[in-house]
């Protein structure tokens, strides 16, 4: 039975892959005073709530709500668009024809069609912190809001041999000639509380095809940074004469047999575990992986990312973001003011159509969806009207958000648009608010309260109350 709450009334040299992967490089866990964190931990997360880890997968640019999930089969053609809506697993609910095997899976999520703000940016932000104020054109600035998985980790959430949040392929802009689109960071709580930023070095290839077309795709693996954790491990002074692999383990086992090790902060050692903890190196080797589990979520990089994705959960990672990066000479992922329809049609719909279903049945099999949030959003939507060039421009007073497992109702729409999909109709959702129903579905109190750079005490979901409507 179709339920819709709301209805009434409004809105990537010679190194090999797993070579570097067993090198690791997480400094960024330097200055952590974990003590606090503990106290902060013990404070904060009293029950854990269903979702013990969560997969944001991020489609950069601008997902258009209209053309996928809020179709407008009755408005005129230059709002409907081209496309024509599918029946799903949820009687009366219809999405694009385009995602037929993730209609078949409406049944076991939550639809919100009224995510709704005004900060009118290709920045993660709102969706990753619960923030929209600022210069949307700025970078990420230290004095920005921690995101989700910083909170995680200032909390202390998640085994401590490996990282508490992971963002994958790469930072948010390294596509585009590295402007750090602001979001997945520790902001004003310190870059200690960053997220391990795997690398990208995709190479740009015209397979898989899609529906016949021969789209240009990014190919490759994320890897873990070749950083250094601790003072002379450089991979440089290391003798190329004898394999990567084996001189690294011996001289991790040397540096943890020195007595240079008991004089560690707690940070170092904090580093050191995680540089030589067997599940960081295991969770990134797709090698484990079978060939049936690789071609199920593609052989590119959005669908190795979440395969990585998965197997850090499994391992009890918190928090991991996935972003559909923007490379440049290939145009935003997601940000189509032309050509919308075709870019929809033959690369991103069926892309988003193989890697959701896949991981969703992945983790399903598993027994980890329901204790797994994996959320499908983008940070704004688009246009009602189809412009001049065939596509649809930026419009953050409307979008929507895909969510499924983890403690969130199934089957579900929440919110409705007016009849142009123009704006919420009921039930808005603010990014305050849905940052804080993830707070709420993780077990962490949305109205806890971390300090800024001067001592301020600033609430982690910015006043964001959580929807329990789409809480089982």
């Known amino acids: 039975m179709l339920r819709v709450l709301g209805t009434a009334n409004r809105l990537c040299d010679g190194i090999t892959r797993r070579e570097v992967m067993r090198v690791g490089g997480l400094s960024l866990f330097s200055g952590l005073n974990w003590s606090r964190v503990a106290q902060a931990a013990n404070a904060a997360v009293t029950n854990r709530g269903p979702a013990k880890s969560v997969i944001m997968f991020n489609l950069l640019g601008g997902p258009s709500h209209i053309d996928m999930f809020d179709m407008k089969p009755q408005a005129a053609l230059e709002i409907r668009g081209e496309f024509s809506p599918i029946a799903t697993s949820v009687p009366g609910l219809t999405i694009c024809e385009h995602l037929p095997r993730l209609a078949q ?61 992971v963002c994958m392929p790469c930072f948010p802009g390294s596509g585009q000639k590295g402007h750090r689109r602001r979001g997945p960071y520790g902001g004003f709580l310190g870059k200690r509380y960053d997220p391990l930023f795997t690398l990208c070095k995709p190479t740009f290839a015209r397979e898989p095809k899609f529906n016949d077309y021969d789209p240009v795709m990014a190919i490759g693996e994320p890897v873990p940074p070749t950083a250094d954790a601790l003072e002379d491990m450089t991979v440089e002074r290391l003798d190329r004469r004898r394999s990567l692999i084996s001189q690294i383990d011996g001289e991790f086992a040397r540096k943890q047999a020195s007595a ?97 279903p896949a991981l969703l049945q992945d983790l399903d099999s598993r027994g980890l969806l329901d204790s797994t949030l994996v959320v499908v959003m983008g940070e704004m939507g688009r246009t009602p009207k189809v412009n001049a060039s065939a596509g649809r ?21 929440y919110g409705s648009t007016d009849a142009i999909g123009a704006y919420p109709d009921s039930h808005p959702v603010s990014p305050a608010d ?39």
């Open 434 to 472: 849905f940052v804080a129903t993830v707070y709420q579905l993780m077990g962490i109190d949305p109205h806890l309260t971390v300090p800024d750079r001067s001592g301020r005490p600033i609430f982690i979901a910015h006043g964001g109350e959580p929807v329990h409507e789409i809480i089982a």
């Open 260 to 356: 240079g090790i008991d004089t560690m902060s707690d940070a170092q050692r904090r580093a050191f575990l995680l540089l030589t903890s067997g599940r960081t190196r295991d969770a990134f080797d797709l090698n484990l992986e079978t060939a049936a589990t690789r071609d199920a979520y593609g052989r590119h990089l959005p669908g190795a990312s979440l395969i990585i994705a998965r197997r850090l959960v499994e391992s009890g990672v918190p928090f991991v973001s996935v972003h559909q990066e923007i490379f440049d000479h290939y145009g935003h992922a997601y940000d189509m003011h032309s050509n919308n329809f075709g870019m929809l049609k033959n690369l991103n719909l069926p892309l988003l159509d193989q890697v959701i």
């Open 105 to 165: 899976w409406m049944h076991r999520g939550t639809l919100i069609r009224t995510f709704s703000h005004m900060f009118n940016s290709h920045d993660p932000l709102p969706f990753m912190t619960g923030f929209t104020d600022g210069n949307p054109a700025a970078q990420a600035m230290p004095t920005d809001p921690p995101d989700i998985g910083a909170i995680c980790q200032y909390l202390g959430l998640g085994p401590k041999d490996l990282p508490g949040a």
């Open 393 to 413: 421009d930026h419009w953050p007073q409307c979008g929507f958000s895909l969510l499924f497992g983890g403690g969130v109702k199934q089957g579900l729409v």
